[in-house]
């Protein structure tokens, strides 16, 4: 049973940082693609960040470069999202998604993923 547990989302002033973790069980982690995306109210899941099997690509939407790292750690099966310098707009609900398999989807639209998880909440108060 494939799971993955987000955890690590507040409530921040703007300026400030939260660490995101996402915890994940049930498929072969070190192989895999782990991504983070996010929705705000009334907006679709927008692209966030992805980072292949071995930590060594990466890529960021245009609105995070700079200012969010992601990072996995493959012994403990967790992805991280480290985000500095909070603006009010990254306010929505974060998701972790890993893609386990070969897909027509790129990696940076919600369809290139096999499991999600419930995502966290990160709300940045101006």
Do not use: H
């Not at 915890?23 to 782990?34: D, E, I, K, P």
């Not at 099966?77 to 972790?96: G, R, W």
């Not at 386990?100 to 499991?115: H, I, N, P």
Request: with cysteine; proline share 2%.
């Amino acid at each position: 049973q494939v799971q993955l547990v987000e955890s690590g989302g507040g409530l921040v002033q703007a300026g400030g940082s939260l660490r995101l973790s996402c915890a994940a069980s049930g498929f072969t982690f070190s192989t895999s693609v782990l991504g983070w995306f996010r929705q705000a109210p009334g907006r679709e899941r927008e692209f966030v960040v992805y980072i292949a099997w071995s930590g060594g690509i990466t890529n960021y939407a245009d609105s995070v470069k700079g200012r969010f790292t992601i990072s996995r750690d493959n012994a403990k099966n967790t992805v991280y999202l480290q985000m500095n310098s909070l603006k009010p707009e990254d306010t929505a609900v974060y998701y972790c998604a890993a893609r386990t398999s070969a897909q027509r989807a790129g990696l940076r639209v919600a369809d290139g993923y096999d499991y999600w998880g419930q995502g966290t909440q990160v709300t940045v108060s101006s």
